[in-house]
């Protein structure tokens, strides 16, 4: 199994200010279609989780210009720029590689 | 708009079954693999199973395998869950989540989640 870890897993953030979260892998997560199966969820509180960022870098419909994802092979970054309030919830990273897909431990992210 | 509403949780006893269902509207369901993740109280998320478009590959969790079945009747766009011998270590948020991607293309991102149906199992 691939395993996900994420760092830091608590993120007080001043709005206004970035942050950032970073997701490795056990293995890497490119495929051979070029693709690399790294997704970033956040589940904001009492809702379920929401897409982000799939294929590392790929913005979801709908989801702010200051969220962005980076990374390649087995280490990965989501960035968010001039956090907001309504950016507080836990982020997860997820492989969508392969069966069983795993997620990261979660990061919470908070306003100071 | 994508909609994925799931029912049938509740309070059942260890070892005894349950059966969750997942109504989808909005998208072909039958072009698009499904699966099911879960949130055990104040914990993370977990993928439980999948089940690809028309049905013919089914994948599961180690922690399942053997007593959850993943099945769809494409028929009704629904999505179902037969979960068997039930543990406490079961006790979870069960969401219903679609993929991203259509047909057999490769990859298992999810792109909408149900609103989840709690699953407690306790004596």
């Known amino acids: 199994d691939i395993v996900m870890t994420q760092s830091p897993l608590s993120l007080p953030v001043t709005p206004g200010e970035s942050a950032s979260i970073s997701c490795r892998s056990s293995q890497s997560l490119l495929y051979s279609n070029g693709n690399t199966y790294l997704d970033w969820y956040l589940q904001k509180p009492g809702q379920s989780p929401q897409l982000l960022i799939y294929l590392a870098s790929n913005r979801a419909s709908g989801v702010p210009d200051r969220f962005s994802g980076s990374g390649s092979g087995t280490d990965f970054t989501l960035k968010i720029s001039r956090v907001e309030a309504e950016d507080v919830g836990v982020y997860y990273c997820m492989q969508a590689l392969q069966t069983p897909i795993t997620f990261g431990q979660g990061t919470r992210l908070e306003i100071k | 708009q994508v909609q994925l509403v799931e029912s049938g949780g509740g309070v059942v006893q260890p070892g005894t079954s349950l059966r969750l269902s997942c109504a989808a509207s909005?998208?072909?369901?039958?072009?698009?693999?499904v699966q099911w993740v879960r949130q055990a109280p104040g914990k993370g998320l977990e993928w439980v199973a999948f089940i690809s478009f028309q049905g013919s590959n089914q994948y599961y969790a180690d922690s399942v395998k053997g007593r959850f079945s993943i099945s769809r009747d494409d028929s009704k766009n629904t999505l179902y869950l037969q979960m068997n011998s039930l543990r406490a270590e079961d006790t979870a948020v069960y969401y219903c989540a679609k993929l991203r991607h259509s047909y057999d293309s490769s990859g298992f991102t999810i792109d909408y989640w149900g609103q989840g149906s709690p699953v407690t199992v306790s004596s």
């Open positions: 909005g998208f072909t369901f039958n072009t698009y693999g």
